[in-house]
Nanobody
Framework: QVQLVGSGGGLVQDGDSLTLSCAASGSIFRAKAMAWYRQAPGKERELVATITTDGGNTIYNDSVRGRFTIARDNTKNTVALQMNSLKPEDTAVYYC??????????WGQGTQVTVSS
C-alpha cells in the first residue's frame, strides 16, 4: 500500500506563489507517473499536471500552463507543484496522485489552496 502525504497549501493573495509537495511511501514511486489534481467547491476534480517516471515529460491543464511547474525527485520520493501568478480561480483542494497507464492508483489527502483577490 502506498501513502501519499501532501503539504504546502495555504492562503495567499492574487499574484503570489506557492509550492505544494507530496511525499510517497514505498518503493514503487520511481516506477509510476505522478500527477496533481484539484477540486474547487461545486466543481468536478480536474487534472492540473502530470509527470512521467523520469520527469522527462510533463503535461499541463491549459488553465495553468506557463504558471505552474510539476517536478519530482526520485531520490526522495517526492513530487512538487510550483504555482506562480496565482489567481482566485486557482482556489481549490489540491490532490497528489500516483497513476499508471489505466488511470489513478493512489490519492493524497488533499491540501487547501485559497487565493484571495
Amino acid at each position: 500500500q502506498v501513502q501519499l502525504v501532501g503539504s504546502g497549501g495555504g492562503l495567499v493573495q492574487d499574484g503570489d506563489s506557492l509550492t505544494l509537495s507530496c511525499a510517497a511511501s514505498g518503493s514503487i514511486f520511481r516506477a509510476k507517473a505522478m500527477a496533481w489534481y484539484r477540486q474547487a467547491p461545486g466543481k468536478e476534480r480536474e487534472l492540473v499536471a502530470t509527470i512521467t517516471t523520469d520527469g522527462g515529460n510533463t503535461i499541463y491543464n491549459d488553465s495553468v500552463r506557463g504558471r505552474f511547474t510539476i517536478a519530482r525527485d526520485n531520490t526522495k520520493n517526492t513530487v512538487a507543484l510550483q504555482m506562480n501568478s496565482l489567481k482566485p480561480e486557482d482556489t481549490a483542494v489540491y490532490y497528489c496522485n500516483m497513476r499508471d497507464d489505466i488511470g489513478p492508483l493512489y490519492w493524497g489527502q488533499g491540501t487547501q489552496v485559497t487565493v484571495s483577490s
